[in-house]
Structures are given as structure tokens and as C-alpha cells.
Nanobody
Framework: QVQLTESGGGLVQAGGSLRLSCTESGRTLRRYTVGWLRRNAGKEPEFVAAHSWSGSYWYYADSVKGRFTISRDNARETVYLQMNNLEPEDTGVYYC?????????????????WGQGTQVTVSS
């Protein structure tokens, strides 16, 4: 398993922006399709976005389409999640994780090697 580390969370007002980063120290992240998942308090974790290892495919939850953008910098072994026009409903702990290699890209169960998460709080 790879060890992932998220950063970039914080407190922002509705309509604001944040950029999350997911890094991996073993210089292997480029080999994986990486997803961002989130967990809101009292709710089941949900899929947010994913980016294929080839860089050719992107997957977004309907709730974030047009507002969030996932990208990667293989030279830095980093995957980003740019979040614009944030809404209070986006509040939660955001995790990056690697795709297992099979299963629906939009299902949380298709990912493992979750990081420790970074808190995003959007105030109204």
C-alpha cells in the first residue's frame, strides 16, 4: 500500500476557494488512478472526483461538477483538488485514496490506501 498525505484544508466562506494536495513519498503515485473522497459528519463517505493514472480520464460527482477540478503533477508526485464556489454542503474531511484497479470509479469501496484526511469547513 502507498502512504498518502493530504493538506490544504481550512475554513472558508461560501463562494470561496481552496486547493487540496495529496502527496506520496515513495515516488509511485504516478502509477495510480487517484480519487478524492469526503466524509461529512454523521454521513457515509462519498466519492468526489478521480483522475486516471494515464492522465486521460476524469470522474466527478454530480454535486461538484463545474466547481471542482482534479489534476496531477507527476513530477511532484502530487494530485490536486481545486475547489471553487464552495458551499456549506461541501464541509467535511477530505481524503485522497488510490483506486483498487477494478470496480466502479464512483464508488467509495473501489478505493483504498486512504490518507489521514484534511478538514474543509465552509461557512454560510
Amino acid at each position: 500500500q502507498v502512504q498518502l498525505t493530504e493538506s490544504g484544508g481550512g475554513l472558508v466562506q461560501a463562494g470561496g476557494s481552496l486547493r487540496l494536495s495529496c502527496t506520496e513519498s515513495g515516488r509511485t503515485l504516478r502509477r495510480y488512478t487517484v480519487g478524492w473522497l469526503r466524509r461529512n459528519a454523521g454521513k457515509e463517505p462519498e466519492f468526489v472526483a478521480a483522475h486516471s493514472w494515464s492522465g486521460s480520464y476524469w470522474y466527478y460527482a454530480d454535486s461538484v461538477k463545474g466547481r471542482f477540478t482534479i489534476s496531477r503533477d507527476n513530477a511532484r508526485e502530487t494530485v490536486y483538488l481545486q475547489m471553487n464556489n464552495l458551499e456549506p454542503e461541501d464541509t467535511g474531511v477530505y481524503y485522497c485514496a488510490t483506486y483498487r484497479g477494478s470496480g466502479d470509479y464512483y464508488r467509495v469501496s473501489s478505493y483504498d490506501s486512504w490518507g489521514q484526511g484534511t478538514q474543509v469547513t465552509v461557512s454560510s
